[in-house]
């Protein structure tokens, strides 16, 4: 997840101008998304992605268009629109255990305050990738909206980018 340095992983207006996405930075996204099996959306997030993707020239997005896509959403009826994306209703919990219990490689989610939040909720994050952006926006959309949520992790890794944004990988305890 993009997220500034007070915590927003949008500003106030939901916009996205601040995220700093260079060459080094793609090129990190694109390793890592050779790594995954699949991509975990909330449907904001599966929104705003779906009509960028399909037709950009991006290097992310052979990635970003071949990997399945699980949407999860209450509301929508079709996702015709991006190939390789099917949408997940139902129980949220169970629906990502299942996901998380099939052989393959990691699982990613990308975006999504709602669903992060609710993840969290149910424990099924396992890791905590946080790029965090040299930029303070003072208000927006928190990364994590549970007030009562408080969860123990310990640093995992990190990296810094030529650009000053530095990625920050966590483990829960």
Do not use: C
């Amino acid at each position: 997840m993009m997220v500034s340095l007070d915590g927003f992983i949008e500003g106030p207006h939901k916009e996205l101008d601040w995220h700093l996405v260079d060459n080094e930075t793609e090129d990190f996204i694109y390793d890592t998304l050779s790594n995954v099996d699949g991509i975990l959306l909330g449907r904001k997030s599966y929104d705003l992605l779906k009509d960028y993707w399909p037709s950009s020239d991006n290097m992310i997005a052979h990635h970003m268009n071949y990997l399945p896509k699980f949407v999860f959403s209450k509301t929508l009826k079709s996702v015709t629109d991006w190939k390789n994306t099917s949408i997940v209703n139902g129980n949220l919990e169970e629906q990502v255990k299942t996901l998380k219990n099939t052989p393959g490689k990691d699982l990613i989610l990308f975006g999504g305050a709602e669903i992060a939040t609710i993840l969290n909720q149910f424990n099924l994050i396992d890791q905590y990738w946080l790029f965090v952006n040299p930029v303070i926006l003072g208000s927006g959309t928190a990364l994590f909206k549970d007030p009562n949520a408080r969860l123990q992790l310990s640093f995992l890794d990190m990296k810094v980018f030529r650009n000053g944004t530095v990625l920050l990988k966590y483990i829960k305890d």
